[in-house]
């Protein structure tokens, strides 16, 4: 699979309410920001099923399983995108001083802004594919919503999904659908963590996956280690996401919000939640978060999740 090349971008910094990229409906898993958790510190019971490689390279799952159907259809494509509330045509509500209704209320760039960069055509396979790679379409048959796959870690045998917190609730049942209109189970939430605008976290056990499943985005550019907040500011790189709502988008990192969260001009859309972030320096590229959410008065901006943040919290390990 070829990817398309990355522009350099840049940088504003701003505050806002936030839209949680969920297909499917408009709220977060937990709509109260209850925090919910099951501890990974054993594997589940009985052996992992030979899914993944060795934690040195790529994982790649392959199987036979027989398709997981509970029923004769696949699940129903997303609802059309919607504002805050699903009950309401009002606008989400905004804290008057910082409602952009002119541009004397955007902020002045600090250095000349760099362009920026989105491309959807070549993404519209990830809605149909024989596996689940990182950005790839997957369901909450549960919570009836649909978001993009995350990256993929470990601790010891057991292997883990990382994605958005708002996506599901604990013990839901994520699933994949291949072009064929085949359902596999992927895994189950064991964490959904979900404070708007300050943590969104869930964590989705695929050790006993009956999906196909890569570990790798879809790109040609080499990944290499892992990024945290003080190699974000040090470096200040375009920063990528990837989801298969609105494809690949890229820019300038805007803020570090707070301990888990940040912002860049790499906007997404209902949907792309859950979904992979890298910066791009040089043709390689980093693992930096996974998409969370957006405000419909700062559409050239995302919120994302630090990845580094995640995995240490959790004693998770990612896949190189």
């Known amino acids: ?82 504002s805050m509330s699903a009950t309401t045509s009002a606008l989400p509500q905004v804290p008057q001083a910082e409602k952009p209704d002119s541009p004397t209320h955007q902020p002045k760039p600090s250095r000349e802004r760099r362009e920026r960069y989105h491309n959807s055509s070549d993404w519209e396979w990830l809605t149909k594919t024989d596996r689940v790679v990182p950005g790839v379409r997957v369901y909450n048959v549960d919570g009836k919503t649909s978001c993009s796959a995350g990256w993929f870690a470990h601790k010891g045998e057991r292997k883990i999904m990382v994605t958005a917190g708002h996506c599901g609730s604990v013990g839901d049942r994520v699933v994949f659908v291949n072009k064929q209109g085949e359902k596999f189970l992927l895994g189950r939430y064991v964490v959904s963590d979900n404070t708007m605008g300050k943590i969104d976290i869930g964590l989705v056990d695929v050790t006993d996956s009956q999906a196909p499943w890569y570990s790798s985005p879809p790109l040609k550019e080499k990944v290499t280690r892992l990024w945290g907040f003080d190699e974000l500011q040090k470096a200040d790189p375009m920063v990528c996401r990837l989801g298969f709502r609105t494809g690949m988008t890229c820019g300038d990192l805007a803020e570090i919000t707070n301990r888990q969260t940040f912002s860049a001009y790499a906007p997404g859309d209902r949907g792309d939640s859950g979904g992979p972030v890298f910066a791009f320096v040089d043709k390689v590229l980093y693992p930096v978060g996974v998409t969370s959410y957006r405000n419909d008065y700062r559409p050239d901006q995302g919120w994302f999740q630090g990845l580094k943040t995640i995995l240490d919290t959790y004693g998770l390990q990612l896949y190189g």
Request: with cysteine; glycine share 12%; hydrophobic share 30%.
């Open 1 to 82: 699979m070829e990817s398309t090349s990355i522009i350099r971008a840049g940088m504003l910094a701003v505050t806002a309410a936030a839209t949680l990229l969920v297909a499917g409906c408009s709220g977060s898993g937990d709509s109260d920001g209850t925090r919910v958790i099951v501890t990974l510190n054993s594997s589940p019971d009985g052996a992992p099923g030979g899914h993944g490689n060795q934690p040195t390279g790529p994982a790649r799952v392959t199987t036979t399983a027989q398709p997981y159907v509970p029923d004769n259809q696949p699940p129903p494509p997303p609802a059309a995108p919607q």
